[in-house]
């Protein structure tokens, strides 16, 4: 399904986009992670914390400045790659748009007459301009959840590091909060976005309608009758 509504650039492009949030999110978890160890090299408790044995622990043995050049630079890595992540995102988003739009301005230009006729042109209009902006902007988002969720593992990987207990607790929490949004928040929107799509339709078909009706109108002079 996912290789017939795509072509073969915006497959790559959104696996090179997948890869630069993945590097994002990490480096920016890093980050997150190191703060810890920063402000204990800043408050001088290195000596009293020296036989903890978490993963961001090992990183005491550096200095201040050290630990902040090195905080600097993963948090440089995230900007960077997040202006990167962006630009793909949208460019990937109008790519798409513009195949869809293609495939269905073909798939009615070669449609049988008959059937053509029996298809509202407002309905037309709206599925070319209004459906696909839409269907490309939804295309993006899940770009943009699979960053958040990657986020939330990854802060979660840091946080497993750190402290195994809080981090399970912390997965679990995130998990019921998953479920609850499948069973209520996405069931819902499915009905929505039917309702919306079938209103816009008939709103676009009464806009192209009303158009030629005062075109037709205008030319025989009747605007005063």
């Not at 006729?117 to 902006?133: A, C, D, F, M, S």
């Not at 943009?144 to 607790?169: C, D, G, R, T």
Request: charged content about 20%.
């Amino acid at each position: 399904m996912y290789k017939r509504v795509t072509t073969k650039p915006i497959r790559r492009k959104t696996f090179v986009c997948t890869i630069v949030i993945t590097i994002s999110v990490f480096a920016e978890a890093l980050g997150f992670g190191m703060v810890m160890p920063l402000l204990s090299s800043i408050i001088d408790e290195s000596a009293s914390s020296s036989d903890g044995n978490g993963f961001f622990d090992s990183f005491k043995i550096f200095t201040t400045i050290e630990l902040s050049i090195l905080i600097l630079t993963l948090f440089t890595v995230k900007m960077l790659f997040g202006v990167a992540k962006n630009f793909l995102m949208y460019d990937v988003e109008w790519r798409v748009r513009a195949h869809w739009i293609a495939t269905i301005f073909e798939l009615n230009l070669f449609k049988e007459y008959i059937e053509f006729e029996r298809e509202k042109p407002g309905v037309i209009y709206n599925n070319l301009i209004n459906e696909t902006l839409k269907a490309a902007s939804f295309y993006r988002q899940c770009m943009e959840y699979f960053a958040q969720i990657l986020q939330v593992v990854a802060l979660s990987f840091v946080l497993l590091l750190a402290n195994a207990k809080v981090a399970i607790l912390a997965l679990l929490l995130a998990a019921i909060l998953l479920v609850i949004v499948k069973y209520t928040i996405t069931s819902k929107g499915k009905k929505l976005g039917t309702n919306r799509q079938q209103i816009e339709e008939s709103i676009s078909h009464d806009v192209n309608e009303m158009v030629h009706g005062m075109k037709t109108v205008r030319f025989f002079v009747l605007e005063s009758v």
